[in-house]
């Protein structure tokens, strides 16, 4: 017993011998001297290393400890090459100059600006979402100041809050906070009211200066309305009633850690309709413009967008692109969020829900009947009824009217195209995956479209600067498109039909999935 037991641990502890070379000994086809196969011998002289026990002894060759570990230090040092690969994201060293140098940052200019002047900031405004959940509250608050006669602070856009420079998003660096001035011009950043005398916004680097702590005077909002009961204009009224109390105060900030002020159930809802009258006659949406960095990048894309006339790129012409309708079409998260939609009962974003709008959103759980007489709306809600077909479930209702499939995408863009026969080329607004678009792309010319263009060739005509703004790019060619059909529960299409309808734009021409 003690024998084999030893044996045993030769066999596993001692070294085996090591495998020879192989020769043309090993090949039973080759002649040997006498120049005739030797089958047998082959046999005989084939190594006693069996292949496992081979392919272990190679393994402990070459994988050392050393190496191996070697092979994990050198995993970071590979994705951080990736990422660095990707570029270094510009700084926008001249726009933050731009915002530093604006005429307001004064001290000794006179009442409501400079040294006494009445300044507004609101420090927990959102950040690291969207532009677009962004932009849409920052809208409201520089109308908020507005109303207030106060000049309203404005921030950076901010992705995050590192202490560095950048940072990663998808394998790549980006900036983690962008000057506003890189995306949007007029009253809001910063630009005149001209000719309304109203106290210009300030960049909060600005407040640091002229409202230093001291100097400050904090107001919480716990006690203003909200809920689902608040009207968006009660919300405004109560909050200029409260500010006119504290005329004595140079700088006030609102403190909105317990109560966000225009918080996301009320752009998601009707109630924020109320607030439409006066914001739409504000100067903060009446002289709403792009930057220049955004406007140049449209420029830049006039061969791609082919305007009849140099004037139809001009923001602030009426002029829309003709021919063209431009179509939102969110694809990845979207294929998560769409399907809760359908749980949540969710509907459209509240300015999306303007009356003049033609297309109604009506669930199957819905009352049919609200929705007679809303044009596009009853043709659509025939789809997928047919005699002898089952009736369309509530999620492939939201699916349709949120993540729409190639074949109902085509078939609503048709329905659009008998309504402006004018159209002739779709611009989409995407981040779809390229095998997506080009399905899409094809599909669209063989139901008669002359060309399908996406944010994928505008992107690719972009510098650095731009490239980081072009979402911006793809909302100032949607506002300027003769049609555009848009995303009913979507920030960006809010947005775009926002700034649509504040320009005059027939609503007929503002339509959704």
Not at 220 to 230: C, E, I, L, T
Not at 325 to 345: Q, S
Not at 347 to 374: H, I, K, V, W
Not at 431 to 460: C, H, I, K, M, Q
């Amino acid at each position: 017993m003690m024998e084999d037991w030893r044996a045993a641990a030769r066999r596993i502890f001692e070294p085996s011998p090591p495998a020879r070379r192989y020769s043309e000994e090993d090949y039973e086809l080759l002649p040997g001297e006498s120049g005739s196969p030797r089958p047998q011998e082959h046999h005989r002289r084939r190594s006693t290393v069996t292949t496992p026990r081979r392919a272990l002894l190679l393994f402990q060759k070459t994988c050392t400890l050393r190496r191996f570990l070697l092979g994990l230090a050198a995993i970071p040092v590979l994705l951080a090459l990736g990422i660095l690969w990707s570029g270094i994201p510009p700084d926008y060293a001249d726009i933050r100059e731009y915002e530093r140098t604006l005429p307001q940052h004064n001290l000794s200019l006179p009442y409501p600006e400079g040294q006494d002047g009445l300044y507004l900031r609101f420090p927990d405004h959102l950040w690291g979402h969207g532009l677009n959940n962004i932009l849409q509250e920052t809208l409201l608050m520089s109308h908020l100041a507005y109303a207030a006669n106060r000049s309203f602070v404005f921030e950076d856009y901010t992705w995050s809050h590192t202490p560095f420079p950048w940072t990663i998003y998808d394998f790549a660096l980006r900036p983690k906070r962008i000057p506003l001035n890189a995306f949007i011009a007029g009253p809001t950043a910063g630009g005149p009211f001209s000719p309304d005398p109203s106290p210009r916004a300030i960049s909060a680097a600005w407040w640091e200066t002229v409202c230093p702590k001291p100097r400050r005077h904090v107001i919480s909002s716990a006690d203003a309305p909200s809920g689902p009961d608040a009207e968006g204009a009660d919300i405004l009224r109560w909050w200029v009633d409260k500010l006119s109390g504290y005329a004595q105060y140079s700088c006030v900030e609102i403190d909105s850690s317990e109560r966000v002020v225009f918080d996301k159930f009320l752009f998601g809802s009707t109630r924020i309709l109320s607030l439409w009258p006066a914001l739409s006659a504000s100067p903060i949406l009446t002289s709403y413009t792009w930057s220049p960095l955004v406007q140049s990048a449209v420029a830049r894309n006039f061969a791609l967008l082919r305007p009849a006339h140099p004037a139809q790129l001009d923001p602030a012409s009426p002029a829309p692109l003709t021919g063209l309708v431009a179509i939102h079409l969110r694809r990845g998260d979207y294929k998560r969020h769409c399907p809760r939609l359908a749980v949540w009962g969710s509907t459209y974003m509240g300015l999306n829900e303007f009356p003049a709008l033609p297309d109604r959103f009506a669930p199957p759980s819905s009352s049919r009947q609200e929705s007679a007489g809303d044009g596009d709306a009853d043709e659509e809600e025939g789809e997928g009824e047919e005699e002898g077909e089952r009736p369309e479930t509530t999620e492939e209702y939201y699916l349709r009217h949120c993540l729409p499939s190639i074949p109902q995408i085509v078939a609503k863009l048709h329905r659009v195209r008998l309504a402006h026969p004018s159209l002739t080329r779709a611009y989409a607004l995407s981040n779809g995956w390229p095998a997506f678009l080009a399905a899409l792309r094809a599909a669209l010319l063989a139901d008669g479209w002359a060309a399908l263009l996406t944010s994928y060739e505008v992107a690719a005509n972009l510098d650095a600067e731009q490239e980081y703004v072009s979402m911006a790019v793809d909302m100032a060619i949607a506002q300027k498109a003769e049609v555009f059909v848009g995303n009913g529960f979507s920030s960006l299409s809010s947005n775009v039909v926002m700034l649509r309808m504040a320009r005059g734009v027939d609503p007929a021409t503002n339509r959704f999935l």
